[in-house]
C-alpha cells in the first residue's frame, strides 16, 4: 500500500555555507531499543522550543537490540535554556528507559592533547587543518617523547610539552602526562606516537584516546609490516584509526582506507603512501569525534556521517 | 557543558543477518523544516504501537530550510494496522506543517520496468543480482528496442517485450511502451536504453526514471566521449545514475563512482572499465531508489544510505 | 646535465581500437640482473624483423638483483618465423645470462578450466566476460562440486563437469580432476571454489592455480569472517587474487581491492558487496594472468599493467 | 607455441630501500616507432658499460605511430661518461630514426618555481613533502601576489618573492616573474595561483608549467563551481593536474583523483575535501615530472609509472 499527501513544495533554500553552532548543541543517547525513545526526546527538545537541525537514528535489531541516536537541535539563547532541557531529559529517559546519554553545547570545542614522537606527518597535518579551520577543537596541548618538533609546534601558538619516556618503566612519564592532563582534555590524539600506554593509564586519565594504524590486507604482524608487505607483494596499503583499549591496536574501528601500490615502490615508497592514508584517516576520526559522530558499543563503533 | 547520565550497557545483540521486512513500513516526510516535525511523527507512531527502526533526518537550513526524514518501522500486524496509522498521520500533519509524504508497505517490493538496448551489461548485471536477492525489486519486464536478449532474459523469468523504435518519431513506440507500462511499474530503468524519451512520455508515464550515463572530469560532449577522453588522456573513467527529467542527462545525481585508467588503454578498453563502473553505479542507485533511501528535492537528491 | 636533441614531431596515429594480436607474441624473461640483457634481446628481435610492440622492464636491485622483462613484438608471418625467433633467443640467452625465458604466439589464447562450487558470482562473471570479449582465454571446462550450475555453464557453450567432493579424503576427486585436466589446460581459476586441493594435486597439475579471496583489516581467522568484521565494525571489506600454493590462502598476491561499508550493512550485506569486489578483482587477476603480464618472483608477483 | 628454457633460480634480492640515484640518469626518447629503436639504444648503453636499471617502453601503434621510452641506467663514474654517452646516442639515433631525446644526470634535482596565492594548502603541502625528503626537486623560489605566507615560507629556508598583480594588465607583474625566474628554473608549478598567465609569458618562460584544477563529474563552468556542484548533488569532487597550455584548464593532464560526498555536506565542506584532493593529485603530479616518467604527446601524457 503507498499512500501519498501532496503539500506545497518547499522554497529551497541554499545549503548554508557553514554550520551554524552558535546556538546548536548535541545530545547522543544510546541503550537498549524501545518503542517511544525517539517521540519521547522529541517531545522532551518541542517542549523547550528547539528545532532539530539533525537526527541519525539507528537499531541494531528493533526487537530488544541497541538503540543510538545522534541528535542536533538548536534555539535562541541556547545556553541558558540547556539546564532545563538537561533536566527534563533526565526525567522523561529515566522512567522506563535503560539508556544513557550525552549533552554538548557545540559553541564549546572539545579541548585534545595530541602525543606524537619523531614522525610528525600526522601532527603537523593536525595543526595545518585546525589552522585552516577544518577541525572544530581545541588543542590544548602537544605532548612529545622528541623535543625536536618543539620550535613547529610552538610557531601554531600551541602549547608543547617535552615528556622523555625511555626504558621499559613508563610510570614516571605517565605520571607527568596524568599531571599535564587531568582536567585540561577532552580527549586524546596518539599521532604516531610510539610508546605504549599503560592500561592503568588508560584508566586514569578516563577520557576517550584515538589512535592511528597502518593496516594491511593481509594483516602483518611484529616488527616491520612494510617490509614484510612488500615481500608478500601487497597491491595496497592502508590505516585504521581506533579507539584505544588494553588490547594493543584491536580497540573499535572509528575509520580506514588504503592506497595502491605496486611492485615497483620500494619499502620506503610504500612508507610514504601510508603516510598519507594515515593523515587523512586521523584527521576524519578526529572531525568525526569532535563533531560526537561516533558512537562506541562493544568493540565496534556506529558513526553517523 | 556535557551531562551525563549512566544507566546500564544494553546486552550486545548481534547484527541481524538479513533485515526482516514482513511487518515493516518506510515513511518518507518531505516540505518545509519548522519545530516539532519529528516529534508530531513519532508521537503517532508512538501511540500506534509501532517501534522506529531505523530514522534518518536531514535539513539544508534548520531556519525554515526543507526537511527530509525517512523512517522505518515495524509492529504486529502491520498491514492491518496501517490505514488507521496513514489516517492519522494525514491528520496530525495536515495541520501546520506544510509536508508531503509517503506510506509504503516494505512487504511489497516495487515494481519495475527494465528498459535496454543492445548493450546489455547493465540489464544483467540488473537480473543476476535480482536472481542472487540482492535487489528487494519485482521485475515486471524487460522491453528493448532489438530483440536479441529476449531468450536470455525469458531464461530468468522475465517477460520480454521488443518494441522497435527507428527513425526521429518515436510516437508509436511509446504509445506502445505506455500500454505496457501503466498501472503495471512503479519505476523504470533506463539500463544503457539508447533511444531519447520524450518530454511527453516522461510526464505520460508518471513514475520515476532511473538513467545511467558514463562519466569524465572533465566531461566530453557529443558523440564517442571515450575516444575523445582517450585523446585527452583521462586518468579516471566513470557513472552517474540520475533520475529523468525533460533536460536530457541533467536530472538528480543518485549516485557517483569512477575507475583508474591509463595511457596504454585503447578505447574500447576504457568502455570496457566505464562498463563495469555503469553497472555497480547502477545497482546501488536501483537498491536505495527500491528502499526508498533517495528523495528528489529541485534538481539534487538526498540519499540515506 | 640536460642534453636535448630535437626531431621532427611525429604524426599522432590514434591508438588503435582493440590490439592486433594475430601477429605478435609476448616474451617473458626472467632471471639475475645485469648489464646487456635489454640489448641483447632488443638484438634478436632486431635481426629478425621483429617490432617492439610494449616493453616492461623492472629490475629490484640492479646490482646483481632480479630482472624481469614483459615485451610484446610483431611481424608478418610471425607464426613461421617463431621457432628461429627462439632458437636465437636460447642461444643468446643461454651464454653468460642466468635466465628463463618463455615465448608465446599471442593469437592462441590461454586455456582454462574453472572450478566452482555452489556461490556463482565468480564463476558466472567470467563466463559473461569472456562472452563480452573482454577476457582473451579459451574456457575450456567448468567443474564443480555442485551440479546446480550445469545448465547455466552449457547455455554459454562451455563443457560443465559435476565432480562431488565430500569428505576428509578428496584423492577420488582429485584423480578425476587430473584426468580431465592434463594436457587440456594452461592454467586453473578458483571461481569461489570451497574445497581444499592437496598439495599433491597442485603439483601433479603442473600448472598455475588462481585463488580468489575475502580480505579484511585487519585479517579475520577461521569461520565466518564477516561476522567476525561486522563485530569488529570494519569499514572496507576487500578481497585478494593470489597463485595457490601449499600454505593455503598465502600464495603470490596478483590484485586486492576494497569497497566501503558501515556500522548500519548487516552480516548479508557485507558478503553481498565483499562479491561485488571479488569478482571486480578476479577477473582482472584472470585477464593479467591471460596476458602475461604477471610474473611470480619468491612470494609475490611483477605486475606489468 | 610456448617454449620454455629453465635457469638458475636467481637469489632473492631485497628491495633497496631507497633508490640510488647518485650515478643514474634517466633518458627519455620520443618518436615515430619503427623496428630497433630499443635494441638501438640498449646497445649504446651496454657498450659503454651502463646497466639498465628501469625501462618503460610504449607505442600507440606498433604500424608507424608514436614510440615512447623511459630508461633509467646506472654506472660508476657516471658524471664523466654522460658526455660519450649522449655523443653516441646522438649519432645513433641522427641516422634513420625520427627521434627525440633528454638525457639528466638523476643526481641533479630539476629547480621549482612555486607560485601562489592565498589558499596555501597545497603550497605548504609541496614544501613540507620536500622536507621530509619526498620530493626529489630543489625549490628555488616561492613566488605569490600576496604576501601573508612569507614568512611561513622562509621558515622552510627558500626564498619568498611577493609579486602583486592586480588589474588586467598583467605585463608588469610577469616581466618581474621573467627576470625571476630566466635561468633559474627547469619548472613551475601552479599551487592554487590564482592569476591567469599570458600567452606570451608562457612562451617567454620556457619551462613547463603544472597546474592543479577542482573537477566534477559533469564539469561545472564558470564561477563558485562548488556551489554548482552541491545545488546538483554531485556525489564526487575530484582534482586535476596538467600542463599548462594556451587553452586555459585544457592542457595534456598528468593525474586526476576524486573524493565522495554526500547531501549533508556544505559547500565550505565541499571545497574542503577539495583541497585534499587537491594536494594529493598536485604533489603526485610534481613527484612524476620530477623524476621525468610524463611524456607529452599531442593533447595528452604517457606516465610511466
Not at 533536566?87 to 546519554?101: I, K, P, T, V, W
Amino acid at each position: 500500500m503507498t499512500l501519498t499527501q501532496q503539500a506545497p513544495a518547499p522554497h529551497i533554500h541554499p545549503r548554508a555555507e557553514s554550520p551554524q553552532t552558535a546556538d546548536q548543541a548535541v545530545l547522543i543517547v544510546h541503550g537498549r531499543d524501545r518503542t517511544g525513545i525517539v517521540a519521547a526526546i522529541s517531545a522532551v527538545l518541542g517542549r523547550h522550543g528547539a528545532n532539530i537541525v539533525s537526527l541519525d537514528q539507528y537499531s541494531d535489531n528493533p526487537h530488544g537490540g541497541a538503540f543510538f541516536q545522534r541528535t542536533v537541535f538548536g534555539r535562541a539563547d541556547l545556553k541558558a535554556a540547556l539546564p532545563a532541557i538537561e533536566a527534563d531529559l533526565r526525567a522523561e529517559l529515566a522512567g522506563g528507559f535503560e539508556l544513557e546519554y550525552t549533552l554538548r553545547d557545540l559553541s564549546a570545542p572539545k579541548r585534545v592533547a595530541i602525543f606524537a614522537s619523531k614522525t610528525d606527518h600526522c601532527l603537523l597535518d593536525l595543526l595545518w587543518r585546525h589552522r585552516r579551520g577544518e577541525l572544530p577543537i581545541n588543542i590544548a596541548m602537544v605532548i612529545s617523547n622528541h623535543a625536536h618538533s618543539a620550535d613547529e609546534v610552538r610557531s601554531f601558538g600551541i602549547p608543547f610539552f617535552h615528556v622523555p619516556s625511555q626504558g621499559a618503566d613508563k610510570s614516571a612519564a605517565e605520571a607527568q602526562h596524568l599531571q599535564l592532563l587531568t582536567g585540561n582534555v577532552d580527549f586524546i590524539v596518539l599521532a604516531r606516537y610510539m610508546q605504549i600506554l599503560s592500561a592503568d593509564f588508560i584508566e586514569r586519565v578516563g577520557v576517550p584516546i584515538i589512535n592511528i594504524h597502518h593496516s594491511f590486507l593481509p594483516a602483518f604482524i611484529g616488527a616491520d609490516p612494510y617490509a614484510k608487505a612488500a615481500h608478500r607483494g601487497v597491491k595496497l596499503v592502508g590505516a585504521t584509526a581506533h579507539y584505544v583499549t588494553e588490547d594493543l591496536d584491536e580497540g573499535p574501528i572509528i575509520e580506514q582506507d588504503v592506497v595502491r601500490v605496486n611492485h615497483a615502490h620500494t619499502v620506503a615508497e610504500l612508507r610514504r603512501r601510508g603516510a598519507d592514508v594515515e593523515r587523512d584517516v586521523l584527521s576524519r576520526a578526529v572531525l568525526w569525534h569532535a563533531e560526537d559522530r561516533v558512537i562506541r558499543h562493544g568493540n565496534h563503533t556506529i558513526v553517523f556521517q
